[in-house]
């Protein structure tokens, strides 16, 4: 987010931002912000660098309005259109298909301050290929007097409150900061898509378990993948794509540590948080390393249209194994069976999940990748043969507090079970095997994903709160570019 303030520094402007407000030249552009305060549209030409706002409004000198989930300010539309016509006009083209310029324009307004009459927004901007690498802008008065410079604001959500049961809005809270200069060795990242988990659940509350919870008062921790705006690291440029822990905000700043570079060219971004990140590797790793699945054998796979869940159904197969999986509702069942290509899907909400699951397993079950627990895992049990193996990746029946004891234990020991749970974080070295394996079968389109994406930080906390009640399909991801 950005806001006009009456500092010195001068701070990259956001890439994306100018791109969607700096629409085709000679056009009418229809910003929300500005219609708000009465203006329609105002018309710009490139070389005429004159953005003419017939209105005078009696604002404070910093002010916010939203526009497409960003907060911007009349600065932040100067810049945008400074940045078009360094595009448009291409004041400077090197040998490395770069252009970059620096444009005036001239704003007949006193939206800033009242009385303070012409000001003179000056842009400087760079742009490689179809991307705008960066813009920086200052204001100025008739006098050379600088009045505002562009400063990045991070936008992000917190941990108001922790849940009692079921998690409600007012867990979570949206707040504002302002982001520091970069210090050397620093990068900034701009967040495009954030991950959204079922163990998130589990840290919100401040009980003992295999990681600290979540802290009140501090960033929602999360997966997110992005782009690099600005870099004092030699490891990093401007414009690379990485993946790292920033959690549920817009930006997040590393000393290059604990994130890592990806190849977008050939897999989507969003990918990298879902089927090529951490909800791939679990997979991967519960079927290859705990399971160990043998041709013929059956499989069953809970919450198979989940993310994680899936991909372990899809990478049995490519093993030979019959496989089965348990999902919510007849339309989620229909996608396990038509697009991951599961043998069959029991409707867990049909009411008959144990004599379901039998018709569907005639030969018993001799692996399971359990994510749910709880009713669902109880059947399982029942139906496992000698020698079998659970990995127990999730138990989502009950993050929200509910009962999920276990009446068919008696089944670990008569069939000399073998049940083990495991934390994906902890086996960090299967990571890029699971990932190359993967990745490979998506570029041949032997393996498919789906994803469900909520739009804008904002809409975060409903969003998790629909997948802790089974409503996303696939990877739950929110876009925030």
Request: charged residues 20%.
């Amino acid at each position: 987010m950005c806001e006009v303030d009456g500092g010195n520094g001068l701070i990259a402007q956001r890439a994306a931002l100018a791109h969607e407000l700096a629409s085709a030249p000679g056009t009418l552009l229809t910003i929300p912000f500005l219609r708000h305060l009465g203006v329609q549209s105002v018309r710009y030409v490139p070389g005429d660098a004159v953005l003419r706002l017939p209105i005078e409004a009696h604002l404070e000198n910093s002010f916010d309005m939203v526009h497409g989930g960003v907060t911007m300010t009349l600065l932040d539309v100067c810049m945008a259109m400074a940045a078009r016509s360094v595009i448009n006009e291409s004041l400077a083209v090197s040998a490395t298909g770069e252009s970059h310029g620096v444009v005036t324009i001239e704003m007949k307004t006193s939206f800033l301050a009242p009385g303070m009459g012409t000001l003179f927004a000056r842009g400087a901007c760079l742009q490689k290929g179809a991307s705008l690498l960066f813009c920086e802008g200052e204001l100025f008065d008739l006098k050379g007097h600088l009045v505002a410079t562009m400063a990045i604001h991070n936008r992000r959500i917190v941990l108001a409150a922790r849940p009692s049961g079921v998690v409600t809005s007012d867990c979570f809270r949206l707040e504002d900061q302002q982001l520091p200069d970069l210090e050397e060795g620093q990068l900034l990242v701009r967040n495009h898509y954030m991950s959204l988990d079922p163990y998130m659940r589990g840290r919100m509350d401040d009980a003992k378990s295999y990681a600290a919870p979540q802290a009140l008062g501090q960033t929602m921790q999360g997966a997110t993948v992005g782009i690099v705006e600005q870099s004092r690291n030699a490891q990093f440029a401007v414009g690379d794509h990485v993946v790292g822990m920033f959690g549920w905000q817009h930006y997040g700043v590393s000393d290059g540590k604990a994130i890592a570079k990806i190849d977008a060219s050939k897999i989507p971004m969003s990918a990298f948080v879902g089927v090529m990140g951490m909800p791939g590797a679990t997979a991967w790793y519960g079927l290859n390393r705990i399971i160990d699945p043998k041709p013929g054998e059956t499989i069953v796979v809970s919450a198979a249209s989940g993310a994680v869940g899936a991909v372990v159904g899809q990478l049995a197969k490519f093993k030979g194994c019959r496989v089965v999986g348990v999902a919510g509702g007849a339309e989620k069942c229909r996608v396990v069976v038509d697009a991951f290509g599961f043998d069959a899907c029991i409707d867990y909400k049909a009411g008959r999940l144990y004599e379901d699951l039998a018709a569907a397993t005639p030969d018993g079950i001799d692996g399971n990748f359990e994510n749910v627990g709880g009713p669902v895992l109880d059947a399982v049990l029942r139906r496992m043969n000698g020698f079998g193996r659970i990995a127990v990746c999730g138990l989502i029946a009950g993050y929200n507090g509910e009962d999920i004891a276990l009446k068919s234990t008696r089944s670990i020991l008569v069939n000399r079970l073998k049940v083990q749970g495991f934390i994906i974080s902890e086996h960090m070295a299967d990571w890029p095997k699971a990932h190359a394996e993967i990745g490979q079968a998506i570029i041949d389109g032997k393996l498919h994903y789906k994803e469900t994406i909520a739009q804008g930080l904002e809409q975060a906390p409903e969003a998790f709160i629909g997948l802790l009640k089974g409503k996303n399909l696939g990877k739950q991801l929110v876009k925030l570019v």
